[in-house]
């Protein structure tokens, strides 16, 4: 089992930036698991946002957050990050931070990750 505990969600301006955290524990994280972030805006579904492989050598990002968001971890820490940047109204969402076994691509066609955090609210104000 993994336990996923997302942090840094919160109110920000059109243009601002936020950093997430997702801090692991449970099963060896840095050996095991790729490790990405989702959102769910209300009315929509969820959709995989980023993602990043065990060694941070293989990422994936949406076409709508390319060039803005950077995900990133520290295996020492096992911690996941978002960082937000230029940030728009469409970007509110509740943000879960999940891990999966499979690489970043896989994670990325399949819109499913094995274990999943309770999720934190970024609200983009415009």
């Known amino acids: 089992q993994v336990q996923l505990v997302e942090s840094g969600g919160g109110l920000v301006q059109a243009g601002g930036s936020l950093r997430l955290s997702c801090a692991a524990s449970g099963r060896t994280f840095s050996s095991v698991y790729s490790m990405g972030w989702s959102r769910q805006a209300p009315g929509k579904e969820r959709e995989i946002v980023a993602a990043i492989n065990w060694s941070g050598s293989s990422t994936y990002y949406t076409d709508s957050v390319k060039g803005r968001f950077t995900v990133s971890r520290d295996n020492a820490k096992n911690t996941v990050y978002l960082q937000m940047n230029s940030l728009k109204p469409e970007d509110t969402a509740v943000y879960y931070c999940?891990?999966?076994?499979?690489?970043?691509?896989?994670?990325?066609?399949?819109?499913?990750?094995?274990?999943w955090g309770q999720g934190t609210l970024v609200t983009v104000a415009s």
């Open positions: 999940g891990a999966d076994s499979s690489t970043p691509r896989r994670i990325a066609a399949s819109n499913i990750m094995t274990y």
